[in-house]
Nanobody, 121 residues
Framework: QVQLVESGGGLVQAGGSLRLSCAAS????????MGWYRQAPGKQRELVAT???????NYADSVKGRFTISRDNAKNTVYLQMNSLKPEDTAVYYC???????????????WGQGTQVTVSS
């Protein structure tokens, strides 16, 4: 059974910081790209940041310069360091990973259960 387990959400004041973690576990052959998405009330889920297995990062314009994504390949874990948080960053944050599970040649798409981030003004 493959699962992504997130941690690190919470309540923080504007200008503060939080660090999210997401660990992939189970019968995983290999991990491809990992990333974070978020969904605010009444809005669609949107990309926050992704990182390839080689470490190349991609960010949404709204978080560039404030958020940093990183990963520990030995631990199958991805992190999101969030600084200078704004009230508009309030959302449920979801971890995503493309995993080689059933095959060495095809990835499967997995999601975490989500963690709430609330930024007060």
């Amino acid at each position: 059974q493959v699962q992504l387990v997130e941690s690190g959400g919470g309540l923080v004041q504007a200008g503060g910081s939080l660090r999210l973690s997401c660990a992939a576990s189970g019968s995983i052959r290999r991990v491809n790209a990992m990333g974070w998405y978020r969904q605010a009330p009444g809005k669609q889920r949107e990309l926050v940041a992704t990182v390839t297995s080689g470490g190349t990062a991609n960010y949404a314009d709204s978080v560039k310069g404030r958020f940093t994504i990183s990963r520990d390949n030995a631990k199958n874990t991805v992190y999101l360091q969030m600084n200078s948080l704004k009230p508009e960053d309030t959302a449920v944050y979801y971890c995503n990973a493309l995993l080689y599970v059933s095959s060495w040649y095809r990835t499967d798409d997995y999601w975490g259960q989500g963690t709430q981030v609330t930024v007060s003004s």
